[in-house]
């Protein structure tokens, strides 16, 4: 885990976004991908399922986009033939919304030593659960 878990505590959210791939002329896949949490002191977290597969990694910086432009020629090709993950706000969408102006209250964990398979994130007015299933991390916004 690349954050310390109790650095969330006392942040106020003030953005949401989503990375979800997006297949070549497609909708994106907003079932899964990378959350990003930004607050309003500047800290940011980015969660995502680690490389095993099962558990959640946590990293303290913003997600970047590694096919921005300017793209070379063989990438706009890779980009236009399999598509590509791609960072959506997600602030004031159904759901996400309900983070906003929440201070983190608390932090909740599940796993062995440094392998976090879950996580319950406490909010003054909300609840968020992060978790990967399938190498994929899901998210679930429980409104008080």
């Not at 991908?33 to 990694?57: P, Q």
């Not at 983190?104 to 992060?130: E, P, S």
């Not at 990967?132 to 998210?139: I, S």
Request: with cysteine.
């Amino acid at each position: 885990m690349g954050l310390r878990l109790d650095a969330l505590v006392g942040k106020t959210v003030r953005r949401v976004r989503r990375v979800h791939y997006v297949e070549p002329g497609g909708e994106p896949d907003t079932e899964s991908g990378f959350m990003e949490l930004s607050a309003d002191d500047g800290f940011v977290v980015l969660f995502d399922s680690g490389a095993d597969g099962e558990s959640i990694r946590v990293e303290a910086r913003e997600w970047v986009d590694p096919f921005r432009e300017p793209l070379s020629v063989e990438n706009r090709e890779f980009v236009r033939r399999h598509g590509k993950w791609t960072v959506f706000d997600r602030s004031g969408a159904a759901g996400y919304a309900h983070l906003i102006g929440n201070t983190v209250v608390a932090v909740h964990q599940t796993g062995a030593g440094d392998r976090v398979t879950a996580l319950d994130i406490v909010l003054d007015r909300c609840f968020l659960t992060l978790e990967v299933r399938a190498d994929e991390l899901r998210v679930l916004i429980s409104a008080v």
